[in-house]
């Protein structure tokens, strides 16, 4: 008699439970109520009460179900590693903070504000390793600056340095998921079980991540990094470009350069270091495309002071019609700080050709003539078309294939006579790939667009973007067209190319930049060398 009450107290709470339950709950089978009820008199009230019987759509669902849990796992990770998962480690002189961000393509990314930025293609996971230089502590790097000799063991700390703090955040981070997502699984669920599967699921998750940064890890990412900031910052952070010795420890290296680079430029004075470029390289500014747009001058003005930069290549349409009251645009080019090489383009006129002849500092090339130039051979020819010019019609491809095998005859002969060609400019590509392997290096413009390509004979073909920004007529739509020039760095010995930079300005601006920094395959660290001829 005694436990009468009691049953009836169970059998009551549990229809209250079963009465109350939440729509999103995955509800047990009566024949599982059955078996887990106290006793048999309450199987049938519990059934009687069970909602999926009233509504189909309460129903089991274990897909909606996984996916959720899902969602809160990969939430409450992400709000954990923005809140706590970051640490703060000394790099050498600099005190950064490091921390890991949800992304879809990878990478590292390193902020050097106010200067700008650095992104490393270092590996591929849905992680991303941001590092935010927060400030250059003043004793110590006045100390490196006071003892030059400290740079040579600079490598060392700067590789010790990195690999503590990245072992720091890495414990650091497993923390930050499983707290967040367990906390926003049991502010959810209400039910501990779920909210540790949630937390167990994130730190899964997050190891899973973490080998996929294992092996991916790209250490010579350092070396073609991606820069992004004040352009006169860019070569003092980005560096200098050099030969790669193969058996060299690639990243640690060029961590350390990193880290002294930036620490010259934090140095405490009102100005930024002078750029001293590597003596063994040779950098031609590459040009085309300016369709008249007079602020373009002064991109290439400021691009050789910064760069240092030996001899400015432009192949051509400088003009838009080729008028004779176009001529007077040319001016600038003999104040520009470097000689100017020009190749004509389509609406580059025989008249503009020969008033850029007179100018001081101007070479022309045309016809296969071979002119040297800083050290440098160049032979180059006019594109055979003047399109503005309506009276007669368009030649067509059949023009510039023809043009482009003279040049390469031009090429061959000089060859023969033991001074072999370093670089064959051309306006137009197709007239540019008739000269496949005459010719280490050939660079073209007229596409508005920039690539390269190693040609099948050996030559590579390097298409110059706009660096008039295709004009002034390309901000008739309201947004300008993005600047592009690129900097090519030539070994002084060989005159082979040994990498080169890509600038984007966007639009017609002058004060921020993207650099790319990019390495031919032959020249990474473990590649054969090239040989010495085309």
């Not at 897909?63 to 899902?70: E, F, I, Q, S």
């Not at 490393?120 to 230089?133: E, G, Q």
């Not at 991540?209 to 350092?222: E, I």
């Not at 370093?422 to 306006?427: E, F, P």
Request: some cysteine.
């Amino acid at each position: 008699m005694a436990r009468e009450p009691l049953r009836l107290l169970r059998a009551t709470a549990q229809r209250a439970r079963t009465a109350a339950v939440s729509p999103i709950r995955r509800f047990r089978r009566p024949s599982q109520t059955s078996s887990r009820s106290p006793s048999p008199a309450a199987s049938p009230d519990a059934a009687a009460f069970d909602p999926s019987a009233l509504d189909p759509t309460l129903r089991p669902r274990p897909l909606v179900r996984a996916a959720g849990l899902a969602a809160v796992t990969v939430l409450g990770a992400w709000i954990g590693l923005l809140v706590v998962g970051s640490v703060h480690i000394s790099v050498g002189p600099m005190d950064t903070r490091m921390a890991l961000r949800p992304s879809l393509t990878g990478g590292t990314k390193i902020n050097v504000a106010p200067l700008g930025a650095l992104e490393l293609t270092s590996h591929h996971a849905p992680l991303r390793l941001d590092v935010d230089v927060d400030r250059l502590d003043p004793i110590r790097s006045q100390a490196l600056v006071d003892h030059p000799e400290r740079l040579s063991g600079l490598q060392d700390e700067v590789a010790s340095d990195v690999t503590r703090g990245t072992l720091g955040l890495a414990v650091r981070s497993c923390v930050a998921v499983v707290f967040g997502a367990t906390a926003l699984g049991l502010a959810v669920y209400r039910r501990p079980r779920r909210a540790l599967a949630a937390g167990g699921l994130a730190l899964t998750l997050l190891t899973a991540s973490g080998g996929a940064v294992y092996a991916t890890w790209n250490p010579n990412s350092v070396l073609e990094p991606r820069y992004s900031g004040l352009l006169s910052s860019a070569p003092s952070v980005v560096g200098n470009a050099r030969s790669i010795v193969s058996d060299f420890d690639v990243y640690q290296r060029e961590l350390a350069r990193l880290v002294t680079n930036v620490t010259q430029l934090y140095e405490a004075t009102s100005t930024l270091p002078a750029y001293q470029p590597d003596p063994t390289t040779m950098r031609v500014l590459h040009i085309s495309d300016v369709h008249l747009n007079p602020a373009a001058w002064h991109i290439v003005q400021s691009l050789v002071r910064q760069y240092k930069v030996s001899v400015i290549i432009d192949t051509g349409d400088t003009m838009d019609h080729g008028t004779a009251a176009e001529n007077g645009f040319l001016d600038p080019v003999s104040d520009l700080g470097a000689p100017y090489v020009w190749v004509r383009g389509n609406h580059d006129s025989p008249s503009t050709q020969r008033y850029l002849a007179q100018r001081k500092g101007a070479h022309v090339v045309d016809n296969g003539q071979v002119i040297n130039v800083a050290g440098l051979r160049i032979t180059g020819i006019g594109d055979p078309q003047f399109t503005p010019d309506r009276s007669s019609a368009a030649a067509g491809d059949a023009a510039e294939h023809s043009a482009g095998r003279r040049l390469a005859e031009a090429i061959r002969d000089r060859k023969a006579t033991g001074a072999p060609v370093d670089i064959a400019l051309a306006h137009n590509p197709i007239a540019a790939r008739e000269t496949d392997g005459t010719v280490p290096l050939a660079l073209t413009g007229h596409v508005h667009h920039r690539r390269t390509e190693v040609l099948p004979g050996g030559t590579r073909l390097m298409t110059e973007g706009s660096t008039g920004g295709s004009g002034l007529r390309a901000v008739d739509d309201g947004t300008p067209d993005t600047v592009q020039a690129s900097v090519l760095y030539l070994d002084r010995d060989t005159r082979r190319l040994q990498a080169w930079d890509e600038i984007d300005l966007g639009g017609l601006g002058l004060a921020k930049a993207e650099i790319s920094r990019h390495l031919p395959a032959e020249n990474r660290p473990g590649a054969t060398p090239a040989p010495t001829t085309p």
